[in-house]
């Protein structure tokens, strides 16, 4: 579960899919309980409930009737106050029991107006769940039977909930966030320049440049217990665990809790340690706000990085064997970290053949929309 961002607000995990289950299910057993001798009718208030209602009926364990009704009020993240019926209810229900299902219950302006419309209609009981509940600004004297989950006065959104019509589809509950910081991933293939580009974002942002080549040299040189794990590893000839590097990134980044933001160069190099890092980010309520990808044909790089070793002293960028293996190892698993954050709308790609001052233009460009 990493923040998403839906129109222009962004929302972080809040109530996990196994935490909404526990409390559908023990609605399922109050319920069936006081109803053992009939046949309820449950009515589904939409748009938000259907979810709701629909896990709720699959649980329940004996006969029942199901109907909706659509109600709204609802704009943007605040409640309207005034609830407009759009869509009623056509079954006799005389000397039925009826069961509202609710989503959410919070000003109490829908419950209202459920009691009216069901006030002259002879029921024979009436009763009301609700899935979620904010008793903090709950303003009516209405009695609600059964309660799920009793939550603070926060703007959720998933499981049917949604912030203007996006987020009904997500399988758990986020809740509403502000981040504070600017996140960038810099991605590119060896030699595209990212370590030059990120130099110069890093003063016309104010963020701070975490590099993973970097941070391993200052852990391995100064012995932490980090570098020393990771040194453990290299020395056996061995990968580093994602673990180690997504800790060693976490340290980083706890040193600097005061920051605008961060540039990441260099990680996440594989959609595990992408998903980690989201997930570390989730829970200081930030997200990585996109990937910006400086783009260059391989050929281009292959001569860049040949002219670079005549000077660097670096024998990897005098071969062009291993250099195209560099490439290979890039495209095979680097280069999937396109489509991950592509899903999120997050990819950006920059043309990356020019001056350093042309390339830095098109990436402040796209920096500067996000």
């Known amino acids: 579960m990493s923040t998403v961002k839906l129109h222009d607000k962004y929302f972080q995990p809040y109530l996990s899919k196994e935490k909404i289950e526990a409390a559908t299910q023990n609605l399922v057993n109050q319920i069936a309980a006081d109803c053992k001798d009939e046949i309820p009718i449950f009515i589904g208030i939409l748009n938000g409930s259907f979810m709701f209602v629909a896990d709720f009926v699959r649980l329940y364990p004996r006969a029942c009737e199901v109907s909706f009704v659509k109600l709204t009020s609802y704009e943007g993240t605040s409640s309207k106050g005034i609830v407009n019926q759009l869509v009623g209810i056509n079954e006799d229900l005389t000397g039925r029991t009826v069961v509202i299902l609710e989503d959410i219950i919070d000003t109490g302006n829908t419950l209202q107006k459920i009691y009216e419309i069901f006030k002259d209609k002879k029921v024979g009981k009436l009763k009301i769940a609700t899935l979620f509940f904010k008793p903090d600004v709950f303003k009516k004297e209405l009695h609600i039977d059964y309660i799920g989950l009793s939550i603070p006065d926060e703007f959720i959104v998933g499981y049917g909930l949604d912030y203007n019509n996006l987020g009904r589809n997500i399988n758990s509950i986020y809740k509403i966030t502000t981040p504070t910081m600017t996140n960038i991933v810099l991605f590119g293939p060896p030699g595209a320049g990212k370590g030059t580009q990120a ?63 961060f540039i990441f160069d260099g990680f996440p190099r594989t959609s595990s340690q992408a998903e980690a890092l989201d997930g570390f980010l989730s829970e200081k ?19 860049r990085l040949l002219e670079r070793g005549k000077t660097s002293g670096r024998s ?55």
């Open 285 to 303: 309520g930030e997200t990585i706000n996109g990937m910006v990808a400086l783009e260059v044909s391989e050929d281009l790089l292959v001569e």
């Open 199 to 261: 130099d110069v974002l890093k003063d016309a942002y104010n963020l701070i440049h975490i590099s993973t080549g970097d941070v391993f040299r200052y852990n391995i040189q100064n012995a932490t217990k980090l570098g020393l794990l990771a040194k453990s590893y290299m020395d056996d000839g061995n990968l580093v665990p994602d673990e180690v590097t997504i800790n060693m990134l976490k340290a980083e980044v706890e040193k600097n809790t005061e920051a605008n933001g």
């Open 316 to 370: 990897d960028d005098q071969d062009e064997e291993k250099i195209r293996n560099r490439f290979n190892e890039y495209n095979t698993k680097t280069s999937i970290l396109k489509d991950y954050y592509a899903k999120q709308n997050k990819y950006f790609g920059v043309n990356g053949v020019g001056s350093i001052e042309e390339i830095t233009t098109r990436l402040k460009v796209v920096i500067d929309t996000l």
